[in-house]
């Protein structure tokens, strides 16, 4: 019967698959990362780096709807057209050099400045759309975060987000 | 420090934010450009003319630490390249003027094993067996188009010796290779390399005054311009104006083709369109603030998008833990800002941040203010003052080298003589 066993699981597994088509692949749902920081992004790069896994980090964080604090700089962060920020708090030393670049939602940049005030660094919590995000092995990590609104002002003031 | 606040003042350039309180460049800078010396840009310039203060003196050296004694096939530019710089002239760290060269390299006689077969006396000698000559294109950087300045202009030839140059004639016939047209001039090829620091700094900062870049040479392109080529709008601002179009933003490039085939039964085919491969603005910005996982990429990749790409290592800095590290210098812990008065520097005037050498071209400014980070004169020594503004210590570090081991000319193409390989 031992002998036996496994020839019988091979012809159940094969008379199934006689009369059942293959299951039409479909993509796995990207779990979503809204609880996922700026630094398990960064842990993710890093392990690229080592295991080619580039097109996974990509496919896994572009398009997800994220809440990262940041560090304002005013001198980094002008206007709403061309406003960078820290991802990591200084002095850690610097172990990327990515910046992520911030497209605000209408309002939203006066919105920060605002609450940011003369304050500089200003650190804040924002809410928006991971919109772009490059990784590869041949060219530096850009990512732009899109929609941004402000959760967070720096006083604790907790602001409307809607994404 | 304070000297350097004094100097940007006196060029009417304000930093955008940050107090600051204090006063080697490109060479073999980042691995895959190691391998591959034609083509690494090693050094920019500029300043206004000393002779004629309507004009910009441009300087993009390349081909690192040349030894004069380099034959039989000394060093020239290559064929297969091309040679830029890039001029913004409004702020947004987008080029919108360039200049390209692009090199063709000839040969006389195939039967020798020599460069030239006799004296040279003049740059068209039949003596010279080996010339380079060069096209020079103005670019109109947003539409792509090009227009020809000049072409089939002779590269000056390598100093090979004593006995090709008798009678100290080679600077007479390497001025030879000096050409204008249309208010530009143009000279490419060896020059004494005007870089001096102590590049026993590699060594964990083991600076000691040692001149480790006297007696080398470098492949230099000097271009001085009309202003009113580069500005913004064909209009030089007036003096004291503060706008963005106050400043141009320099970087200087090499780009390879794409594609390279390599054949057993002949030469090399090389295909496709440019892919730069080389870039420098600022000195010893990709020698020291990018670290070795992204110095590739930097080459790569376009000033406008530093900051997103590099902002954090210019925040935080590793040059002033290294210092207090190896030379116990005392230099202050990063603040919680990070370094936005280095931020500031990269972006006077309100101009966006990047790695481009900027300099003021307001009506009124001289070459006598054209000093880093204002531009850069040959005679700066950017090692002491980025140490320096690095540091933040309040007090001056220095690689203990302060000037060239030559003397710079106060005429076209102002870099000195390069040093004979037989002298």
Known sequence: MNRLLPLILLVAACGKAEHHAPPTPTPTPTPALEHATQADLAQEIVDADRLGTWREVQHRWQGQSLRWTVTRQRVLCGSADDCNVSAFPIQRPAKQGWMPLLSFAGGQFDALATACGSQDPCEVTVEGTLSELEVSPDLPTKVRLSNVRLVTAPTGHVQTAHI | ?????????????????????????????????????????????????????????????????????????????????????????????????????????????????????????????????????????????????????????????????????????????????????????????????????????????????????????????????????????????????????????????????????????????????????????????????????????????????????????????????????????????????????IVGLLGPNTTKAADLLRININQGQTSAMSHFPNGRALTDDVTDTLLTVACNNGGAISDGVDGNDKAFTTTFPYLASPHSGNP
């Open chain 2, 1 to 341: 420090m304070n000297k350097l606040i004094k100097s940007l003042a006196v060029a009417g350039i304000t930093i955008g934010s940050g107090a600051l309180t204090a006063s080697a460049s490109s060479h073999r800078e980042a691995p895959a450009i190691a391998e591959d010396q034609y083509v690494d840009n090693t050094d920019v310039y500029a300043f206004l003319s000393p002779t004629d203060a309507n004009k910009l003196v441009i300087v993009a050296d390349y081909v690192p630490l040349l030894l004069p004694t380099s034959g039989p096939n000394f060093y020239k530019f290559s064929d297969n390249a091309r040679y830029e710089v890039h001029i913004d002239n409004n702020g947004d760290a987008v080029p919108d003027v360039g200049y390209r060269w692009t090199f063709t390299s000839q040969r006389k006689i195939g039967t020798t094993f020599l460069y030239n077969v006799g004296p040279v006396d003049s740059i068209a000698s039949p003596n010279l067996n080996v010339t380079q000559t060069y096209k020079l294109e103005k670019v109109n950087e947003k539409t792509g188009a090009t227009q020809v300045i000049m072409d089939n202009v002779p590269v000056a030839p390598w100093n090979v010796g004593k006995n090709s140059f008798p009678n100290n004639s080679y600077e007479k016939v390497a001025l030879q290779a000096v050409a204008t047209a249309n208010g530009t001039t143009a000279f490419a090829g060896p020059r004494d390399e005007p870089f001096f620091v102590d590049l026993h700094v590699f060594d964990l900062l083991g600076v000691g005054g040692a001149h480790t870049t006297d007696g080398v040479n470098v492949m230099s392109l000097v271009l001085e311009v009309p202003i009113t080529e580069l500005a913004s709008n064909g209009v030089r601002p007036a003096a004291g104006a503060t706008g963005k179009d106050s400043v141009v933003g320099i970087f200087a490039s090499a780009s390879r083709p794409r594609v390279r085939l390599l054949r057993g039964d002949r030469n090399q085919d090389d295909y496709g369109s440019f892919v730069q491969v080389s870039r420098l603005g600022w000195p010893l910005i990709n020698e020291v603030i990018i670290p070795l996982q992204d110095k590739d990429k930097y080459n790569r990749t376009s000033p406008r998008n530093d900051v997103s790409n590099f902002g954090a290592y210019i925040l935080d800095p590793e040059v002033p833990k290294l210092l207090n590290l190896v030379l116990n210098a005392n230099c202050p812990a990063t603040p919680p800002e990070g370094r936005t008065d």
